[in-house]
Nanobody, 124 residues
């Protein structure tokens, strides 16, 4: 059973930066495609970014391209989300998700494994 634990959330000011981490255990990390989702207060969960097993291909929500960067370190069983120039509308609980295989889509239903989430609050 794959277990995911997010860290790195907290408060950040507009124009700052923050890096989220998600550590995986209980499975072969290099066989997992990984993704980040978020749920803003009072809103539905939404796709942020995804990365394939090798880290060679990535996918982003259109509104976040250029500000957020997803990466992974298979030696450390960890996926990262670098958040640059965050905006107040980026305030949300951020979730890490995983699925076996090469597909790294934006549909949360494709991911059977989820972390508990980490809160990110962006203030102006």
């Amino acid at each position: 059973q794959v277990q995911l634990v997010e860290s790195g959330g907290g408060s950040v000011q507009v124009g700052g930066s923050l890096r989220l981490s998600c550590a995986a255990s209980g499975g072969s990390f290099s066989y997992l495609s990984m993704a980040w989702f978020r749920q803003p207060p009072g809103k539905e969960r939404e796709f942020v970014s995804a990365i394939n097993r090798s880290g060679g291909d990535t996918n982003y929500a259109d509104s976040l391209k250029g500000r957020f960067t997803i990466s992974r370190d298979n030696a450390k069983n960890t996926v990262y989300l670098q958040m640059n120039s965050p905006k107040p509308e980026d305030t949300a609980v951020y979730y890490c998700a995983a699925r076996a295989g090469w597909l790294y889509g934006s549909d949360g239903k494709q991911y059977p494994y989820w972390g508990q989430g980490t809160q990110v609050t962006v203030s102006s």
